[in-house]
């Protein structure tokens, strides 16, 4: 193991690294290994609430093993089943984020440099199979990787069946968790089905797997530093805060789909939903594509993504009496010949005669019409938008400043509507302001 260790540059004995202690088979001799090992070891069981009693009986034997060992036990318990249904994801998904962002945290408090997770090589080629029948690209045919950031997994080298013989002959205890018995999840039905006859096809050297999923990983680490480079290149940040990729700069490369993973996948596009856009960039734009956290407009010379955390606003009164949440702040002055009204963008001058109260926010609409500054006609606030550039992003982050009678006053940083300008026969004026905070 230390061998290991040190190959994948993880900690060195002597260093103090914590054991993500499930209480199961595998975590159980990794904390014996790592102790033997001579690591400064200490332990952190979570109890995700899941399997009642079962639960209880896991926590009680961690309690009572590291206690024997003499080992500090970090325990933290979770509703997990809540923080599905909060996040809307599936139950193996919300275990996995809190245990690693309790780990996250952990390693801050405890000054440990990593925590050590007890995956072996077995766990790995289960998550290749699972990738390759979900959909993924080289970097998920690689399984588990050793190390990521400051989680270790000092039994990758080991098979399933090595540990439990070990386990057996050093005479240690552990719990059996009674959902790894059940077909409920691919990862089982893989373990359980299709690993063991794969086994018995390869032999007991499991054929060149072991050396396939190393040189899969190696490459797969060359290949993420190629394509970080050109991904940086091509992604381009917006001035809104959204992120765009020029469709002829896409167009260049010979394998467009491949790159269009590259580019999208951390954003939580599959690569199902990426050959679904790749083949509409021949076509029409408007076309608008999803994944949990963000959103992807297929626009006549751009791919816009941006984070769908911008919620439409509904149309409130903002003014008279404007509420404390308002982001807009508004005084009325005197109006005389010889003042200058503001050139700030985020500022607005308006004939206060000529506003039909009370004033509303809201956020545009379809269909929404506008008679900006300068021009004696109405247009559609899409043209709008349209002629000065605004991306998909900027548009929903856009919010609208309408009267009485719903008539667009100010596109709100942007334009006021020819209406409500300053005239000569102005003599009070609303002089709006968005908040900076």
Known sequence: MLSYMRQHLMPLPGSKIIVALSGGRDSVVLLHLLIKAGFQVEAAHMNFSLRGSESEEDERFVKDLTANLGVALHLKRVDTRRFVSEEKISLQEAARRLRYSWFDKLILQTGAEAVAVAHHFDDSIETTFINLLRGTGIAGLAGIRPVN?????PLMFAKSVEIEEFAVS????????????????LRNRIRHHLLPLLWAITGETHGGLESS???ISSQAGLYAELTEEMRHKLLEKTEDGAYRVAISDLKMHQHTAAVL???LAPFGFNSKQVQQLNQALGGRAGKVFHSSAYEVYLGSRYLEIHAKTLNEIHEHQVFPNP?????????????????????????AWLDFDSLRLPLSLRSPKIGDRFMPLGLKNSQLLSDFFTNNHFSR??????LLLV???????????????????????????????????
Request: a neutral charge; proline letters at 5%.
């Open 261 to 263: 993973y590259q580019i």
């Open 170 to 185: 050093e005479g240690l205890r552990w719990r059996d968790d009674s959902s790894n018995f059940k077909d409920d999840y």
């Open 393 to 398: 992003h900027a548009r929903k982050k856009t």
């Open 213 to 215: 999923l190393e040189l």
């Open 403 to 437: 009267d009485a009678d719903g008539t667009i006053v100010w596109v709100c940083g942007h334009r006021i509507a020819h209406p409500h300008r300053i005239r000569p026969t102005t003599s009070k004026v609303l002089v709006v302001k968005l908040r900076s905070d």
């Open 323 to 347: 509420p404390e949440s308002c982001p807009i702040d508004f005084e009325i002055i005197q109006w005389q010949a010889e003042m200058q009204f503001s050139q700030d963008p985020a500022q």
């Open 149 to 153: 950031g400051r989680i270790v997994r």
